[in-house]
């Protein structure tokens, strides 16, 4: 019965959705009717009320979904969707000061020359107007109201015009900044906490493990590394728009022909014009978007930037053609520039302000923040006194966030009724038992969110699908996709919602302002190659993870919280890039480490001799660990061709097994609740089956599995062996390397502590044992900051406890720090003579193996190595074997 009624959740909401009812209420509307019919039904026939949910009744599902969305989005850390209203705001606030028109006005003339030149140009424009605004409607009536009639007087093919229109315009829904991507970010977090747990539970039962290795953890995403990884996908989409008008207008010339400019091209106000129009949304793109993969700013702060910024450039168009236009715009980045010259130059930091000169550029840096703030708040006051932009601006924001809030809501009590009624354990065992693994689960999962947007927004699909099918997605191990790269191939594939006839939004926006003299059906037959390009970027995109993952890896591996070199997530790829630099760099090594080997290391205290010796044998050993590491490899790659499909079949039989399991679980737990005579036997016999279902499946599974599946976990076991004691020995011998340069290198230091124990001593006979105490407690300190020192540290520890006892005992103290000296001394002695002579060969060798044999030591990537391992990490690596 679960089942009727899931069927009659999917029924009511698409009934509700498909009448026009308010998708706010339609998503929330179903779930409680379908709730509460089940509930009824189950008091009446079984006299339960829970009898029809997989667990608990209808009051705890009917609350379910708003204690979930309280539960997520009532979190302090969990703000990402407070860009959104930021963000709408910013497109609403460009798109009343119609940047659209002249954008689309001014690209015309200058691409119309070209063949195809006015469609280009609409591409270009909607791609701008994408990393501006982001609004799909504004953009698509706006140049259909503008470029439509334009491109049909110029003998367009009705067609290709109102597809390109259509197509740029849903643009905004893939380039950043995006709604859509927020909205994604925030749902693929949850998804991807979901999907960890999964995948630890998925290691444990196939390896009997409970702790799972870090590298193996699924990447979550952030709205901003949504942003980074959607930009290349939305600029080939962009590129491959164009590319299109552009071949057609050239093997058909009459579809798009060229639109000859009646002025001069080149001349001053013409370029004047296009300046005008081009830089202020491409500066205001670079603040936001630079912003974020600068790391200089969150997404909050990038969509506060953008806010900020499109009220600036609404100021001087709503004044246009006046003489004080630009005046705010003018001393708002006049102030910028002030505050950054003056916080370049000076100390800002009221805390540490120490000269005079720095309270003079505190003074005038507050000058500039007036100024700056004057500029924002006098485009504010245009913006709020000329036809009220300001508050229609500010009226439609709160409708939109208000709209998608509420839809958020209802999506997550559709969510807590589908998941009531087993629906989640359906799509995973629906998935999960589909042949061909991770691919076979992706393609239909795309291929229901292409289907759905021929009837459903953007919102709805993201709220309501990706909940329930990226977590099964992102704990797949045979894949191992990002969060990220999943986010934008959903994101590319929602785009259709807008595009895709007959339903299509950006069908409909076109539709309502083109002339009776364009048919529906042209509108149908121009988006059609578009479709197919929106499917060719999938597909390129697809193939090609690295287009998504690159920006965001390499934003994370540059930052200034990037992750030191020891990170789990980094070590496959610093080891390709460690083999790699010592296949090409073996003579060299070998040359620098014969220098050190051949240094005379006499002038070190015996121990030391014998540790610099051992380190130095360690240092020549490197090659022979990467040797094992190779033939480790390649044994497992040899091993893998008969393993993997074996495993991969019994992985699939196991997958089966469990999920009838989980079955057999839930019927008994009914079992024991249920007083029903008939439905108790209905129950019983339905566990006697699953349990000879179990039974036939365990005989599938071949009778050497065992044996073949430990002789394959040795050599994962001998491969994870030979790298840790390649990493191991690897950091061991460059810390003792760096450790006894460094020591070597803080003679001076040390000889300057002598002499302050000398003094110490010295002065001793006239001072106060608490005067003494002191003196002690600042030479212990300073002995800890130098390198090797803990031993002359340790007797002015025991003078301290001397010091400090009710009866201070100075001569016992006098004797301790007697003993430190001489052990100072000692020290000293050796770094000196050392210093003089095997200092040279093991600092040289110590900065030559800082990037490799002690990489794993440094504090963070160096830039030529961030530019190797981001392409290594921006891949997916298959892990299936490991699980």
């Known amino acids: 019965m679960e089942l009727v009624f899931l069927a009659l959740l999917f029924l009511l909401m698409m009934y509700a959705l498909g009448s026009g009812y308010p ?18 039904t189950g008091l009446l026939i079984e006299g339960d009320s829970g009898a029809y949910f997989i667990q608990d009744g209808p009051i705890e599902w009917l609350t379910a979904g708003v204690t979930n969305f309280r539960g997520i989005y009532w979190e302090v850390e969990r703000d990402t969707l407070i860009a959104i209203p930021l963000f709408i705001f910013m497109g609403i606030m460009l798109q009343r000061s119609k940047i659209a028109e002249d954008l689309l006005v001014t690209m015309a003339q200058l691409f119309g ?62 380039i950043p900044p995006s709604i859509v991507l927020i909205i994604l970010a925030d749902q693929l977090a949850s998804a991807a906490d979901q999907a960890a747990t999964m ?50 207008a050239l093997i058909r010339p009459k579809l798009a022909p060229a639109v000859p400019y009646d ?15 081009l830089v202020p949304p491409l500066l205001l793109i670079f603040l936001v978007l630079g912003s974020i993969i600068a790391g200089i700013a969150t997404v909050n702060q990038a969509g506060a930037i953008g806010a900020i910024g499109a009220m600036l450039m609404s100021g001087y168009k709503l004044r246009e053609g006046t003489k004080t236009a630009f005046y705010p715009a003018i001393l708002t980045i006049a102030s910028l520039l002030l505050i950054w010259l003056i916080s370049a130059n000076f100390n800002l930091n009221i805390k540490t302000i120490n000269e005079t000169s720095d309270w003079f550029g505190l003074a005038i840096v507050t000058v500039g923040v007036i100024g700056l703030l004057t500029g924002i708040g006098w485009s504010g006051w245009r913006a709020y006194v000329t036809e009220d932009t300001l508050r229609d601006v500010m009226k439609e924001t709160a409708k939109t966030t208000s709209l998608v809030f509420i839809i958020l809501l209802g999506a997550a009590m559709l969510t807590a009724a589908f998941r009531g009624f087993g629906g989640e354990e359906v799509v995973k065992h629906f998935l999960s038992s589909l042949p061909g693994g991770f691919w076979a689960q992706f393609i239909v999962v795309m ?34 996709v990002t969060a990220v790269w999943l986010g934008v191939m959903i994101g590319l594939n929602i785009q259709t919602s807008f595009l895709t006839p007959p339903f299509g939004f950006a069908l409909f926006y076109l539709r309502g302002v083109a002339s009776k003299a364009v048919k529906t059906l042209d509108m149908y037959k121009g988006v059609v190659p578009f479709i197919a390009l929106q499917i060719a970027g999938l ?90 590491i190779e033939n480790a490899k390649a044994a497992i790659d040899q091993a893998a061709l008969p393993y993997a499909p074996i495993h991969r079949e019994v992985r699939a039989i196991e997958r089966v097994i469990r999920q009838d399991e989980a079955e057999i679980k839930q019927l008994q737990r009914d079992l024991r609740v249920t007083d029903s005579v008939s439905k108790r036997n209905k129950i019983s016999t339905r566990i006697a089956g699953l349990q000879n279902d179990i039974a036939e499946q365990r005989k599938l599974i071949p009778s050497d599995w065992q044996n073949t599946n430990r002789e394959f976990k ?98 016992k103290a006098r004797a301790h720090i007697d003993m430190s000296l001489a052990i100072i001394d000692d020290e000293l002695a050796w770094r000196r003579a050392a210093k003089s002579g095997l200092y040279a060969e093991l600092l040289a060798f110590e900065t030559y193996t800082r990037s490799n044999l002690g990489l794993r030591e440094q504090d963070r990537l160096s830039p030529a190595q961030v530019d190797f391992v981001t392409p290594c990490l921006a891949q997916h690596r298959d892990l299936a074997l490991q699980f």
């Open 23 to 40: 998708v706010a209420f339609a998503l929330p509307g179903s779930a409680i009717v379908t709730i509460i019919l089940a509930g009824l």
């Open 113 to 174: 020359p070209i063949p195809g030149g006015l469609g280009i140009s609409v591409v270009f424009v909607g791609g701008l107007l994408a990393a501006t605004t982001g609004i799909v409607g504004a953009t698509v009536v706006a140049m259909g109201l503008i470029s439509l009639p334009a491109m049909l007087r110029n003998n367009y093919s009705k067609p290709l015009a109102t597809g390109a229109i259509c197509a740029s315009g849903t643009l905004g829904q893939i």
């Open 199 to 248: 995948r630890k539970d998925l290691y444990k039962q196939a390896t009997g493990q409970f702790s799972m290795p870090s590298e193996f953890n699924i990447i979550s995403t952030s709205a901003g590394d949504m942003f980074l990884g959607a930009f290349l996908p939305g600029i080939i989409l962009v590129g491959l728009y164009m590319v299109y008008i552009l071949v057609a």
């Open 263 to 277: 002025g001069k091209l080149l001349e001053k106000t013409f370029m004047i014009k296009v300046a005008l129009a």
């Open 447 to 480: 291929l229901v969110i292409f289907l759905l947007g021929f009837f459903l927004d953007f919102i709805e699909i993201a709220v309501v699908v990706v909940p329930i099918v990226a977590p099964i997605l992102l704990a797949d191990p045979s894949a191992n």
């Open 539 to 628: 597909a390129i995109v697809g193939f090609n993870p690295g287009l998504v993952n690159y920006l965001p890896t390499k934003t994370f591996l540059s930052s200034e919280t990037a992750p030191p070199p020891k990170n789990p997530r980094l070590q496959l790829c610093l080891e390709d890039y460690l083999f790699e630099f010592y296949d090409a760099n073996k003579d060299a090594y070998s040359a620098e480490l014969n220098r050190l080997k051949s240094a005379d290391l006499s002038a070190l205290p015996q121990a030391k001799q014998d540790a610099l010796a051992q380190n130095i044998k360690n240092a020549g050993m490197i090659f022979d660990l990467v040797g094992n």
């Open 714 to 811: 040795k050599l994962t076991a001998e491969l994870n062996s030979s790298r840790t004691k390649f990493r191991r020995q690897s950091d061991q011998t460059y810390v003792g390397i760096r450790l006894l340069t460094a020591s070597i290198d803080a003679e001076g230091e040390l000889a300057a502590i002598a002499d302050r124990v000398r003094q110490m001593r010295a002065s001793a006979a006239t001072s106060s044992p608490a005067d003494i105490l002191d003196d002690v407690k600042d030479v212990y300190d300073a002995l800890n900051k130098i390198p090797d020192a803990e031993e002359a540290a340790k007797p002015l520890s025991d003078a301290r406890r001397a010091l400090d006892d009710a009866a201070p005992d100075l001569a």
